[in-house]
């Protein structure tokens, strides 16, 4: 009773924020690497130069003149270029993932370190580092899962192709995917095409100039095209390989009982899982269809598509869950919360992380129920964690209680939705298993790990990675199977 025996138990990194080497063994550039640090208090910026070779700074959500190319200025930091450095810890750190017993680890791999322009030119020793990786992580027992595309885009395709808004980055995304199927066919079998698919926008993310509603759409057309065309093609190169979709998860309650707060937040819910139903159901949903009718946005499709999306859905559903959210149909209410850039409500009920986001392990079990009645797939927690500043005390030790205590409870959560609500859950892997860079803010300081990495949010630091409390206990509940808490 309780999680299942071959439960994945293990952490979950990105490329981007925890790799750094940014322009070793060949990598090329990706947009992510000209956005700067930041802050609560100061947005993370997009450098770029335009037509006429000047250069400017602008949020990461302002649109980018037609012509503009990214930048990387010499004035500024950009957090990517070292990251946490795993390009030259990697032994280091698998050891230690080892010894808290995991059994599986989620990684991206960095699309410009295989392809450096995105286009059809393969760069061998990107390649090569990744099979390093990888028997690195099969030496000790411990399965990869894989996100093949994890919130960036190789430079090039931004700037000569305007990104996803582009259908012919289809061509360059699979040509990419064969590239690593392939080589990786035997060490690999988890993938999870596009992470939060339901959060990528803008130039640093899909690389499109413009961020308006129908050239949002039009590129997340692409993407499901892509993934789809990527799940058939992977399960031809081995029928073995389980390939997920991946989504933000934030479940919306209702305000109050009025049935205007219930239908904002089904209107709220529904937008993120619009980008589930298309991937595992495999047709888009009437609401959204008739959304782009009265709005008069217009989707340009290849005459196969539709049925490419067919064929193409999901064998698993992967998703973070951080928190939840409430809707409220009383504009007067609805205010920006934390660092979630969404429009919100904040939630009496819940408290909340420095940076606003509400802690609700219970949340996560309704979402279990709630993906689980509505797909009837398999379901991976693929991220979940606290941000927290952490304080390295005098002896050396990191006494980081409020994240032990924010796990036990989603665990619980999570256990219970297994046993009391028959939820079928392979796996678990917290976000930021080893300290990394915020993707929203550009800190350090904002920090999830179970190891603590010395670097500051300017760059500054040895490096050395330090086990915090945490690591113990995480160990303990692994060691467990889940039945200690
Ligand atoms: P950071 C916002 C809300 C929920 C998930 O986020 C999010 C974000 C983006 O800020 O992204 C995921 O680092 C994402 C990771 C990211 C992690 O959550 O802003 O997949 O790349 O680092 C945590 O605290």
């Given at each position: 009773?309780?999680f299942?025996k071959n439960f994945?138990?293990?952490g979950a990194t990105?490329?981007?924020?925890?790799e750094?080497?940014?322009?070793?063994?060949?990598?090329?550039?990706?947009t992510?690497?000209?956005?700067?640090g930041?802050s609560?208090?100061h947005?993370?910026?997009?450098?770029?130069?335009?037509k006429?070779?000047q250069?400017?700074?602008?949020?990461?959500?302002?649109?980018?003149?037609?012509?503009a190319?990214?930048?990387?200025?010499?004035?500024q930091?950009?957090?990517?270029?070292?990251?946490?450095?795993?390009?030259h810890?990697?032994?280091?750190?698998?050891?230690?993932?080892?010894?808290?017993?995991?059994?599986?680890?989620?990684?991206?791999?960095?699309?410009?370190?295989?392809?450096?322009?995105?286009?059809?030119e393969?760069?061998e020793?990107?390649l090569a580092f990744?099979?390093?990786v990888?028997?690195?992580l099969?030496?000790?027992?411990?399965?990869?899962?894989?996100?093949?595309n994890?919130?960036?885009?190789?430079?090039y395709l931004?700037?000569?192709?305007d990104?996803w808004?582009?259908?012919?980055v289809?061509?360059y995304?699979?040509?990419?995917?064969?590239?690593?199927f392939t080589?990786?066919q035997d060490?690999?079998?988890?993938?999870m095409?596009?992470n939060e698919?339901?959060?990528?926008r803008?130039w640093?993310?899909?690389g499109?100039?413009k961020n308006?509603k129908?050239?949002?759409?039009?590129?997340?057309?692409?993407l499901?095209v892509?993934?789809?065309?990527?799940?058939?093609m992977g399960?031809r190169i081995?029928p073995?390989f389980?390939?997920g979709?991946?989504?933000?998860?934030?479940?919306?309650?209702?305000m109050?009982?009025?049935p205007?707060?219930?239908?904002?937040?089904?209107?709220?819910?529904?937008e993120q899982?619009f980008?589930?139903?298309?991937?595992a159901?495999?047709?888009y949903p009437?609401?959204?269809?008739?959304?782009?009718?009265?709005?008069?946005?217009t989707?340009?499709?290849a005459?196969?598509d539709?049925?490419?999306?067919?064929?193409g859905?999901?064998?698993y559903?992967?998703?973070?869950y951080y928190?939840?959210?409430a809707s409220?149909a009383?504009?007067?209410?609805v205010k920006?919360?934390?660092?979630?850039?969404?429009?919100?409500?904040?939630?009496?009920?819940l408290s909340?992380?420095?940076w606003?986001?509400?802690v609700?392990?219970l949340g996560?079990?309704?979402?279990?129920?709630?993906?689980s009645?509505r797909?009837h797939?398999?379901?991976?927690?693929v991220?979940?964690g606290?941000?927290a500043?952490?304080?390295?005390?005098?002896?050396?030790t990191?006494?980081d209680d409020?994240?032990i205590d924010?796990?036990?409870?989603?665990i619980a959560a999570?256990?219970?939705a297994?046993?009391?609500?028959?939820?079928?859950l392979i796996?678990y892997t917290p976000w930021?298993c080893?300290?990394?860079?915020?993707?929203?803010?550009?800190?350090m300081?904002?920090?999830?790990?179970f190891i603590y990495v010395?670097?500051?949010?300017?760059?500054?630091?040895?490096?050395?990675?330090k086990k915090?409390k945490?690591?113990?206990?995480?160990?303990?509940?692994?060691?467990?199977n889940?039945e200690?808490?």
């Amino acid at each position: 009773m309780g999680f299942p025996k071959n439960f994945l138990w293990g952490g979950a990194t990105a490329a981007n924020q925890y790799e750094g080497g940014y322009l070793s063994g060949g990598k090329g550039l990706s947009t992510l690497d000209a956005i700067t640090g930041g802050s609560m208090d100061h947005p993370r910026m997009i450098t770029y130069k335009t037509k006429d070779g000047q250069i400017e700074k602008v949020t990461r959500d302002t649109e980018l003149p037609e012509g503009a190319v990214g930048y990387i200025d010499p004035e500024q930091y950009y957090p990517s270029h070292v990251a946490t450095d795993f390009y030259h810890h990697y032994q280091e750190d698998i050891a230690l993932f080892a010894e808290m017993g995991f059994k599986c680890f989620r990684m991206s791999i960095s699309w410009a370190r295989i392809c450096p322009k995105g286009t059809d030119e393969i760069n061998e020793e990107g390649l090569a580092f990744y099979d390093e990786v990888f028997d690195e992580l099969l030496k000790h027992g411990i399965e990869p899962v894989v996100t093949i595309n994890h919130f960036d885009i190789p430079m090039y395709l931004a700037d000569e192709y305007d990104g996803w808004s582009n259908r012919k980055v289809i061509d360059y995304f699979l040509f990419f995917c064969e590239t690593i199927f392939t080589r990786y066919q035997d060490k690999v079998k988890y993938w999870m095409t596009f992470n939060e698919i339901n959060f990528l926008r803008s130039w640093t993310q899909i690389g499109i100039h413009k961020n308006d509603k129908q050239h949002k759409y039009q590129a997340a057309h692409h993407l499901f095209v892509a993934s789809a065309k990527a799940v058939q093609m992977g399960h031809r190169i081995n029928p073995d390989f389980m390939i997920g979709m991946m989504v933000a998860y934030i479940p919306s309650y209702p305000m109050t009982a009025n049935p205007e707060d219930v239908l904002a937040a089904l209107q709220f819910n529904r937008e993120q899982e619009f980008y589930i139903d298309v991937q595992a159901n495999g047709y888009y949903p009437a609401h959204k269809l008739k959304e782009f009718e009265r709005e008069g946005i217009t989707i340009e499709k290849a005459a196969d598509d539709d049925a490419v999306i067919a064929n193409g859905t999901v064998d698993y559903i992967g998703f973070s869950y951080y928190m939840s959210t409430a809707s409220s149909a009383n504009p007067e209410a609805v205010k920006y919360v934390g660092g979630n850039q969404m429009p919100a409500v904040k939630n009496p009920y819940l408290s909340e992380s420095d940076w606003g986001w509400a802690v609700d392990p219970l949340g996560l079990r309704i979402s279990l129920c709630q993906l689980s009645d509505r797909y009837h797939l398999p379901l991976f927690v693929v991220e979940n964690g606290f941000g927290a500043i952490d304080q390295v005390e005098d002896d050396g030790t990191i006494n980081d209680d409020y994240r032990i205590d924010y796990f036990k409870k989603h665990i619980a959560a999570m256990k219970d939705a297994i046993t009391l609500d028959g939820v079928d859950l392979i796996g678990y892997t917290p976000w930021g298993c080893i300290d990394l860079v915020s993707a929203g803010t550009g800190e350090m300081k904002k920090r999830y790990g179970f190891i603590y990495v010395d670097m500051d949010d300017h760059g500054n630091g040895t490096l050395a990675r330090k086990k915090k409390k945490s690591f113990d206990w995480y160990k303990e509940v692994i060691a467990s199977n889940g039945e200690q808490l």
